[in-house]
């Protein structure tokens, strides 16, 4: 657990809150590791706060799904089995199939043209194998269509949701034959809403999605039979 550094007070947001999205970024990045166990007084030392936030936080994670709490044993990083993982995305398909529609119906001219212009950044990074633009545009593109729902409840719950399955969406988004797929995935959402067209967004949102799945599914099959 020696892979955390302080943390940075001076910020304007409550300390809890600080300690609490820096551990997070830790788990989803796989900083800490899953199954690793969380030791408040080791976490309160590396980040330089007191135990409270640290404890605080940890009980934040485990509403998420983040981490579990064993009786007698402490607080660890979920582990997640591969079902685990189908559930999370059977879930997100339908919440993103919802958002998809909405945004088609209430995205304005200026969120449009933002999406077009991660779209293209996207497939340049992919024509350059750049993953960590990659990643970070595949983001950009859903969260774009997230905010555009002007639903913040249905944000965040898409939002939670991506961050119990990112160490998983890594390997999907930068598979080659996956981010190929994607480019084109992106594109008949993009026009869905572009044309304002909330069923077919909502299709192809939820098909984007379902294809994440099977090839988690398909990649596990093969692991164990490796």
């Not at 943390?7 to 999205?21: A, G, I, T």
Request: hydrophobic share 40%; glycine share 4%.
């Amino acid at each position: 657990m020696d892979n955390l550094t302080k943390l940075n007070l001076d910020d304007y947001k409550p300390l809890r809150d600080v300690v609490f999205e820096n551990l997070r970024e830790a788990i989803v990045e796989g900083k800490l590791k899953p199954g690793q166990r969380l030791m408040e007084v080791q976490l309160a030392e590396q980040l330089g706060v007191s135990r409270t936030p640290v404890r605080e936080a940890i009980r934040k994670l485990e509403l998420e799904g983040l981490v579990i709490m064993l009786p007698r044993k402490g607080a660890y990083v979920a582990n997640m089995s591969l079902k685990d993982i189908i559930d999370v995305l059977e879930i997100r398909a339908s919440l993103e199939g919802l958002a998809a529609s909405l945004a088609a119906e209430r995205i304005n001219s200026d969120d449009i043209k933002k999406l077009e212009k991660i779209a293209k950044d996207f497939e340049q990074s992919v024509n350059n194998s750049d993953v960590d633009i990659l990643l970070k545009k595949d983001v950009e593109f859903h969260e774009c269509i997230f905010k555009a729902t002007n639903n913040k409840k249905l944000h965040q719950l898409i939002t939670s949701l991506w961050e119990q399955v990112y160490r998983f969406r890594v390997t999907y988004v930068s598979d080659f034959d996956s981010s190929a797929n994607l480019i084109k995935e992106h594109k008949l959402i993009l026009d869905a809403i572009k044309k304002g067209d909330t069923e077919l967004a909502k299709k192809y949102a939820t098909e984007h999605i379902e294809n994440a799945e099977q090839f988690m599914i398909e990649r596990a099959m093969h692991n164990k039979h490796l």
